[in-house]
């Protein structure tokens, strides 16, 4: 990883490994794209740079992308360092959220972020938690993405993640 993660933030999850994390209330600044959520952290990157270059953010990693309805509306976000991080200026483009904690079951991927290796994973998720009725799935899926463009594809590290809690 280039940059260092957002405060409190758990390590990526190892490669082809599923487990359950935690992750702190954090902020971020947000662009919505409508249409193809294949192409949405493309589209997404120039307004999400200019928003953290105007305000003199540095860049953390990971880039979030929630597929809120998939195919249709992604949220792609460049996450600040910390969650009390206020920036001077909102372009109409972009919005500022705050994200709650949660719990997610993660799995960690190494190798080029196409769409086919978010879909393969996100199943992979689904069957484990077929196999774990003592979780329900709270929020649609996300993916986090760990490095810049200039990685090499097969070096690339991302999880697919869906957020749960525990039934009791």
């Given at each position: 990883m280039s940059a260092s993660l957002p405060q409190g933030f758990p390590q990526p999850t190892e490669v082809n490994v599923i487990e359950i994390k935690q992750y702190p209330q954090?902020?971020?600044?947000?662009?919505?794209?409508?249409?193809?959520?294949?192409?949405?952290?493309?589209?997404?990157?120039?307004?999400?740079?200019?928003?953290?270059?105007?305000?003199?953010?540095?860049?953390?990693?990971?880039?979030?992308?929630?597929?809120?309805?998939?195919?249709?509306?992604?949220?792609?976000?460049?996450?600040?360092?910390t969650p009390n991080m206020t920036p001077q200026k909102i372009d109409s483009q972009v919005m500022v959220r705050d994200t709650l904690?949660?719990?997610?079951?993660?799995?960690g991927v190494q190798g080029a972020y196409s769409w086919e290796s978010y879909e393969q994973n996100l199943q992979k998720l689904k069957d484990w938690l077929a196999q774990h009725p003592e979780y329900e799935v709270v929020s649609s899926p996300r993916?986090?993405?760990?490095?810049?463009?200039?990685?090499?594809?097969?070096?690339?590290?991302?999880e697919v993640q869906i957020a749960i809690e525990r039934i009791d």
């Open positions: 954090y902020r971020g600044v947000t662009y919505t794209h409508t249409g193809d959520s294949r192409m949405a952290t493309r589209v997404a990157f120039d307004p999400l740079y200019q928003h953290i270059s105007t305000n003199e953010i540095a860049m953390t990693t990971p880039v979030e992308a929630r597929y809120v309805r998939e195919g249709e509306q992604t949220e792609v976000s460049f996450l600040y360092s904690p949660m719990t997610v079951v993660s799995i993916r986090l993405l760990y490095n810049s463009p200039m990685t090499p594809e097969d070096l690339k590290r991302s």
